[in-house]
């Protein structure tokens, strides 16, 4: 197993691109957006390999029946991660990659079932009606410091620093009486996708103000030509109805695996 330098991470670009399935974060590594670690079978001509950044999520990419590799993959778990990393989220792309999980880290791990959507901007509205009693802002330094949900260790976790977001990520919010009750924010940004995340305050939902963020959110994408990316948790039926009247469908579903 090696570990790409940063200069080479464009010798597993393609292989990115050819599965539907790569996370947005994965991008956002290669793309020297944020920072991570690239491991693969072949320092030259790389066909299997996983991509780590610090919040703990993992991506396995190309090849999963690379016994050598996969063999690697496991005692870096062993000697790495298991009993001192909290977290170890692996999202997966197909089902050779599946099967090497569920017969070799079944007593570690818990496997769930997500799904990754497809964009349609014929399919999305632009305009929204907004309440003279709510404001809609970007998401700004003031917002990081009023947010419950997108605050300054939700952006050390997964974009290293505040700075960071500021520089290359997306968000809006609403506020009502400078309180925030609806955010929403790109959790990770490649330069080329963006992938949303909402929170409406528990207070306020019902009312469709996750729909109006979310909206701001894919013009302002529309408008960068930067493709917005939805996805969620098989069993988040509220996510999925929200993808759907956003201009997201053609869903496919993916196996992810969390520690147990």
């Not at 029946?65 to 298991?82: H, I, K, M, T």
């Not at 090497?100 to 305009?127: G, H, L, N, Q």
């Not at 400078?178 to 996708?193: K, M, P, R």
């Amino acid at each position: 197993m090696y570990c790409l330098e940063p200069k080479d991470y464009d010798k597993i670009h393609n292989i990115l691109k050819a599965s539907f399935k790569t996370p947005t974060f994965a991008f956002s590594v290669v793309n020297h957006v944020i920072e991570g670690s690239v491991y693969v079978n072949d320092s030259i001509s790389p066909s299997s390999g996983f991509i780590r950044i610090d919040a703990g999520d993992y991506y396995v990419f190309g090849q999963g029946n690379d016994l050598v590799f996969n063999n690697s993959l496991y005692r870096y778990f062993v000697e790495n991660v298991y009993g001192k990393e909290k977290r170890f989220t692996v999202f997966t792309p197909s089902t050779d990659w599946e099967a090497f999980f569920d017969e070799t880290f079944k007593p570690y791990v818990k496997k769930m079932i997500r799904y990754k959507y497809r964009f349609f901007p014929s399919k999305a509205t632009s305009t929204y009606n907004l309440s003279n009693l709510y404001e809609l802002k970007d998401f700004n330094t003031d917002s990081l410091r009023k947010s419950a949900n997108f605050n300054g260790s939700y952006m050390l976790e997964y974009w290293g620093s505040e700075s960071n977001f500021l520089k290359n990520g997306l968000g809006f919010c609403l506020t009502y009486k400078e309180n925030i009750i609806a955010e929403c924010v790109s959790i990770f940004h490649s330069g080329t996708i963006a992938e949303i995340d909402i929170v409406t305050n528990p207070l306020y939902r019902g009312k469709g103000l996750g729909k109006i963020v979310g909206q701001e959110f894919i013009n302002k994408c529309l408008e960068a030509n930067v493709v917005p990316a939805w996805d969620c948790d098989k069993n988040n039926k509220s996510s999925r109805i929200l993808a759907n009247k956003l201009g997201f469908s053609n869903e496919e579903n993916y196996a992810l695996y969390a520690l147990k």
